[in-house]
Nanobody, 121 residues
Framework: QVQLVESGGGLVQAGGSLRLSCAAS????????MGWFRQCPGKEREFVAS????????VYADSVKGRFTISRDNAKNTVDLQMNDLKPEDTANYYC??????????????WGQGTQVTVSS
């Protein structure tokens, strides 16, 4: 069993930055991937970024490339998402996800409860 808890969301002005953190507990990760999805009210959940637990290979949605950076700390079992140059369209509830597979999807095994990010113009 894996529990995921997100933190770091908040309200920022366009152009500002936020750093989200996802803490995993329940087991030690040795493979698979963790990452972030986001969802707006009435819309489907969409992929943001992921990182492989072994090797650290990353994947980013085109909409966040060059602005967001995902990283992991294997010793602490945490995954962070540094979000820079935030735009109003980044406003969403951000969810941490984890899976034993190296590719994350909306059917990932584990999910956090979400943390709200609101970007004002």
């Amino acid at each position: 069993q894996v529990q995921l808890v997100e933190s770091g969301g908040g309200l920022v002005q366009a152009g500002g930055s936020l750093r989200l953190s996802c803490a995993a507990s329940g087991r030690t990760f040795s493979s698979g991937a963790m990452g972030w999805f986001r969802q707006c009210p009435g819309k489907e959940r969409e992929f943001v970024a992921s990182i492989r637990w072994i090797g650290g290979g990353t994947v980013y949605a085109d909409s966040v490339k060059g602005r967001f950076t995902i990283s992991r700390d294997n010793a602490k079992n945490t995954v962070d998402l540094q979000m820079n140059d935030l735009k109003p369209e980044d406003t969403a509830n951000y969810y941490c996800a984890a899976d034993r597979k190296v590719i994350l999807t909306t059917s990932s095994e584990y999910w956090g409860q979400g943390t709200q990010v609101t970007v004002s113009s």
